[in-house]
């Protein structure tokens, strides 16, 4: 079973709307939470790095939070824009720096 | 530029042939790996090298082989590809493990036929 469940798979907003990606892992304990975003046909690119003790961090328009004790994350897209469209991927560390990716969820931005 | 590259870029193959699939970074990093991408499941961990003739198995180890000979090139060798090896490959590096962020290259898109 996976440890890292990300929802929902899909979805699709509409140009300047906001919207919230969620993550839930049961790796424990971890190290770190990674947020990536990956453009169809391209590599994943990292948008925030948070570690245990981080309750939220920014990368522009990207707001990602973390609650520790419920072993779950956000992912929150402000004023969304066709660049957008793409699969944010959540990915755990644990301690032993082993990484545990979730299968995406597919962010499509319609003008 | 900073990067990682990784060639070919798509590659059709044959059960059986075997193909060496390149992956080169810039930025001097220690840490290396390999990952596989495949539809529902996420990215998934091939083998992975602290440094120079360092390599160690990540999840899903079998039917892939890896040399670390340089610290730029991290190459992935199919020995005898089988149509399961069908795939998006992805070659990462990183200053280390732990908290530091993990580069990737753009991907090889794998079919075996």
């Known amino acids: 079973k996976n440890q890292v469940e990300q929802s929902p798979q899909s979805l699709i907003i509409l140009e300047g709307k906001n919207c919230t990606l969620q993550?839930?892992?049961?790796?424990?304990?971890?190290?770190?939470l990674r947020w990536y975003k990956q453009d169809t046909g391209r590599g994943p690119v990292s948008l925030t790095i948070?570690?245990?003790?981080?309750n939220t961090k920014s990368n522009g328009r990207y707001t990602a939070t973390l609650d520790a004790d419920t072993k779950q994350s956000s992912l929150h897209i402000t004023a969304s824009q066709l660049s957008d469209s793409a699969s944010y991927i959540c990915?755990?560390?644990?301690?032993?720096?082993?990484?545990?990716f979730g299968a995406g969820t597919t962010v499509t931005v319609r003008a | 530029e900073a990067q990682v590259t990784q060639n070919p870029r798509y590659l059709i193959t044959v059960t059986g042939k075997k193909l060496t699939v390149t992956c080169s970074q810039n930025m001097n990093h220690e840490y290396m790996s390999w990952y596989r991408q495949d539809p529902g499941l996420g990215l998934r961990q091939i083998y992975y090298?602290?440094?120079?003739?360092?390599?160690d198995k990540g999840d899903v180890p079998e039917g892939y082989k890896v040399s670390r000979k340089e610290k730029r090139n991290f190459p992935l060798i199919l020995e005898s590809p089988s149509p399961n090896q069908t795939s998006l490959y992805f070659c990462?590096?990183?200053?280390?493990?732990?908290?530091?962020?993990?580069?990737f290259g753009p991907g090889t898109r794998l079919t075996v036929t």
């Open positions: 948070m570690t245990f003790s981080e």
């Open positions: 990915v755990v560390s644990a301690p032993d720096y082993k990484l545990s």
């Open positions: 993550c839930n892992y049961t790796v424990s304990p971890f190290s770190n």
């Open positions: 990462a590096s990183s200053l280390g493990q732990g908290q530091y962020e993990q580069y």
């Open positions: 090298s602290m440094n120079v003739e360092v390599t």
